[in-house]
């Protein structure tokens, strides 16, 4: 590698650029290999000095971030970051491949972060934040001079101007364009003043010291890689007195620094970052793209397009540059740029439809790249074994949403299932569960990984709770059981603590879910916690852990719901207390149901007591006694003609018609299968049209929402038999259950059962069923 020398410049260059912006890369390059300085400052943290040296490693690919948090509170954090055609990655590279001095110049993190509400990104400014934006709008350079120039938009401004320059040639001067954009930022701080940041001026104090700093060093042979914005300030004649005046008692925080791997989506301004671009896929390429940028753009799209299973031809590609290099001759545009290639695309390939645009719009000219940082970079312990186990499961982080489908009766799906729950419980949502496809079985689960870079920071977050993914999780889950105040904090923390495998923190959850079930008598929240208890029991079956502590904090939660909910279903509950409660009863019911062990058919039988309790008192809401009734029915625990006597009841005259409707929601409501009952016992089906045909005009028109809702719900097919046997006329009193009456077949059935059809379908719902035909 040849070596600078400092003769080789006059003075320090100060290279005004636009953070991301290849055409600036790109002269920056030309810059430096013309000028030779001795050194190479550039705006970033100087925290990040002790990591430049990682920026040369093979494993290190951009788009990274340099990240730096508070030690004491990692939350507090913000990034920088740089791409392959980042102006600052360019220098940094640039230095590096020549063994030149690089540091970094910017205001320290340590004072940024002390100070979380005086930042954020504006102007062009790289530090990207997780604290708060701030309070003043910041004035925005490229859009001032794209409307002083009369363009309406400052990217098609900046690509004319700078990314399709010409010129860049031997013969022409390297440092015209930095002059040309100093100059204008020069101008506008005249017109605008700092652009309304008293921070800036801070940061620029700061610069102006390190390169005093530099110049007692090099001399003058050295330069300065920064926002364009700043590039007059540091220009400018300033005391080191004045300076130091802006910088003395600032406040300070201990931080710490590292790199981590960024995403083009990242870099994008539509992401919220103040000095990202609109189409970092398409500057990345225009970079990368030594010539013809536009035809191998177009190619990629091609490309893309064939992949989505559409018809393009190389035809296509070729017609739609001619029409992108004629629509930029139109618009007086020196190349065509972004806007010219996707009218292009629009017109020709995607035959005026904006649907597979969109596509386009986020593969290519936003992005789905993830850089890569090298092993030695420094991350918190938690952060090394989540990447071993990472490495070990062969799950591999990406920028693009990545569904997961995992059987948890093979080992390795069950330990990628663990870490995902484990991650879950401590905030890092890498995964979020989706609905499995094709199966509902209990050893299912369906995923949807998408890693974003801020997920670097909840794991430095995590980091005070262990150095293990297991061992942070298990201390989270047991301060987070201390901490609970409310039973379905404590339930649901149980039913987390199974699906992560947390087999060590269970003891102290199931005490803290003890304690506080002694201590709740509302019966709304016992009823809530117990089907996650019971959900929790299944997952413990399907991951081979041991529950049965669980199963008996379960069992007596039943117990105390049996006692509790009869008095509190009693007269004076208003609709929408009735309606909670039956959704209680409905899960405590389903709930119950899951119960294992000893004592489980001893407590059905309590609970099938309660709800014949319910079904019977009148004090109770008819939306609960119907729905108690239902549910004995279904359960077997009914027989018919009760059913029809206590349906008969609650539809009587002497029952109000508010309540009565309420009966016939809770019993036969949409999503209970009610309508399918109902086709198939007309007795119940005559109760209920006996006692429509009785309600009195006004009382219907009260309870016709309530009907409505009911009937409302059910399939059309079950509507239109209804409909069909309402015309009819019900069998009578006479009638039994499932099709035993005695009156005619409705159209489209058989008058008695046919048991050589029936015996046809046997085959076919054992192979439903997963069994084997018999």
Not at 148 to 155: H, R, S
Not at 192 to 218: I, K, P, S
Not at 317 to 322: H, P
Not at 361 to 388: F, H, K, N, S, W
């Amino acid at each position: 590698m040849s070596t600078a020398t400092a003769g080789a410049v006059a003075g320090p260059v100060l290279l005004g650029v636009r953070h991301h912006g290849p055409g600036s890369a790109r002269a920056v390059r030309t810059a430096l290999d013309a000028a030779r300085p001795a050194a190479v400052l550039i705006e970033g943290p100087p925290e990040g000095d002790a990591l430049l040296a990682l920026a040369a490693d093979p494993g290190m690919r951009p788009p990274v971030a340099l990240l730096a948090h508070a030690a004491d509170d990692p939350g507090r954090a913000a990034f920088w970051p740089l791409a392959d055609f980042s102006p600052e990655w360019v220098a940094l590279r640039w230095a590096q491949e020549r063994d030149v001095p690089v540091r970094f110049i910017d205001l320290p993190a340590a004072h940024s972060l002390a100070a979380p509400g005086d930042g954020g990104a504006g102007g062009e400014e790289t530090g990207e934040r997780t604290g708060p934006a701030p309070d003043s709008v910041r004035l925005d350079p490229l859009a001032v001079l794209a409307g002083a120039a009369g363009y309406e938009d400052p990217e098609r401004w900046w690509e004319d101007v700078v990314e399709h320059r010409g010129g860049t040639g031997p013969a022409a001067d390297p440092l015209g364009v930095f002059e040309a954009l100093g100059e204008a930022m020069g101008a506008l701080r005249e017109e605008y003043g700092a652009g309304g940041h008293h921070r800036d001026l801070v940061r620029e104090a700061y610069m102006r010291q390190r390169m005093r700093a530099a110049r007692r060093e090099f001399g003058d042979a050295y330069a300065v890689v920064c926002g364009a914005w700043h590039v007059p300030a540091l220009r400018a004649k300033t005391t080191a007195t004045a300076d130091k005046a802006l910088l003395t008692g600032l406040p300070k925080v201990k931080v710490e620094t590292t790199w981590v791997p960024w995403t083009h989506r990242r870099l994008a301004r539509a992401g919220g970052y103040g000095a990202g671009i609109t189409s970092p896929g398409w500057y990345a390429h225009l970079f990368a793209a030594r010539d013809r940028p536009v035809e191998r753009w177009l190619t990629k799209v091609a490309g893309l397009l064939r992949e989505e299973d559409r018809q393009v031809s190389p035809a296509h590609v070729i017609e739609s540059v001619r029409l992108a290099d004629a629509l930029a001759a139109m618009r007086g545009r020196p190349v065509p740029g972004l806007t010219e290639t996707l009218e292009a695309v629009r017109a020709v390939m995607c035959d005026g439809s904006d649907v597979p645009l969109a596509l386009i719009e986020d593969r290519l000219v936003v992005g789905e790249v993830l850089g890569e940082v090298p092993d030695a970079a420094p991350v918190v312990p938690l952060q090394r074994d989540l990447t071993r186990q990472q490495r070990s499961l062969r799950l591999k982080t990406e920028a693009q949403d990545r569904e997961l489908e995992l059987d948890l009766r093979k080992d390795t799906d069950a330990a990628k299932s663990l870490l995902l729950h484990r991650l879950r419980l401590l905030g890092i949502d890498w995964g979020l569960p989706a609905a499995s496809r094709g199966s509902t079985g209990t050893f299912r689960e369906t995923w949807r990984l998408r890693w974003e870079p801020e997920l670097a920071v909840r794991v430095a977050e995590a980091g005070i709770w262990g150095t293990t993914v297991l061992g942070a999780a298990t201390a989270r889950a047991e301060a987070d059981a201390a901490g609970a105040g409310e039973l379905g904090e404590v339930t649901a923390l149980a039913e987390r603590c199974l699906l992560a495998g947390l087999a060590e923190a269970l003891p102290a959850v199931l005490r803290a879910l003890a304690d506080l079930a002694a201590l709740d008598t509302d019966v709304a929240g016992l009823a809530e916690a117990l089907p996650a208890l019971a959900r929790s029991l299944r997952y413990g079956d399907v991951r081979g852990t041991d529950a049965a502590a669980l199963a008996k904090v379960a069992a007596g939660l039943a117990e105390r719901i049996c006692v509790a909910l009869p008095p509190a279903c009693a007269a004076g509950l208003d609709a929408d207390a009735a309606a909670e409660l039956r959704g209680h009863v409905d899960g405590v019911h389903t709930a119950i149901g899951l119960l294992g062990g000893d004592g489980a058919d001893g407590l059905r039988e309590r609970w099938s007591a309660v709800l014949r309790t319910l079904a019977g008192r009148d004090t109770v809401p008819g939306l609960i006694r119907g729905r108690a009734a239902r549910l004995l029915l279904d359960d077997g625990r009914l027989p018919p003609g009760e059913t029809a006597r206590l349906m008969g009841l609650s539809l009587s005259p002497a029952s109000a018609p508010a309540d009565a409707a309420g009966w016939i929601e809770g019993f036969a409501g949409g999503g209970t299968g009610g309508g399918t009952l109902l086709v198939h016992d007309e007795r119940l089906l005559g109760l209920i049209d006996g006692w429509l045909v009785s309600v009195p005009e006004r009382a219907f028109i009260d309870v016709l929402p309530l009907l409505r809702r009911t009937f409302g719900a059910y399939e059309p097919g079950v509507k239109r038999t209804l409909g069909e046997l309402a015309r009819r006329g019900p069998a009578g009193a006479g009638a039994g259950l499932a099709g035993s009456g005695t009156g005619a077949a409705p159209p489209g059935f058989g008058a008695e059962l046919d048991p050589v059809r029936a015996d046809a379908v046997v085959d076919l719902v054992h192979l439903l069923l997963a069994g084997a035909p018999s």
